[in-house]
């Protein structure tokens, strides 16, 4: 069984993907209604191996502070750990929630999902 906050976020995504013709976040609250086991935890070193400074990154999951990050990026995620977040923000990055994201950006376009 979801926690509340996850199936109202689940919900959120699904209605803000009919609203504005956003295929991706649909997407993204499929991703979250599978088992918790299914939910993917990504480390920084994964965002510095797959991004390029300024891109803005969405993890379906936690991400976690293992490796090291050289660039800004914008990160959205279900939730992150306090290295991570600390070391995102130490290279002039941004940490944001999902619901941010959407908000920010209604249609998905130029997000870059890793997980």
């Not at 199936?7 to 504005?20: A, D, G, Q, V, Y």
């Not at 290295?83 to 997000?111: D, F």
């Amino acid at each position: 069984m979801k926690s509340p906050e996850i199936e109202e976020l689940i919900s959120f995504l699904r209605k803000k993907s009919k609203e504005n013709g956003a295929p991706i976040w649909g997407d993204i609250a499929d991703r979250l209604s599978k088992p918790r086991r299914n939910i993917p935890a990504v480390n920084l070193s994964r965002i510095r191996r797959y991004s390029a400074n300024g891109e803005t990154i969405l993890v379906p999951g936690k991400l976690l502070g293992a490796g090291s990050l050289e660039h800004g990026v914008r990160v959205a995620a279900l939730r992150f750990s306090e290295s991570a977040r600390r070391k995102i923000e130490r290279v002039g990055g941004k940490c944001l929630s999902i619901p941010e994201l959407v908000n920010e950006n209604p249609t998905g376009s130029g997000i870059k999902i890793l997980g």
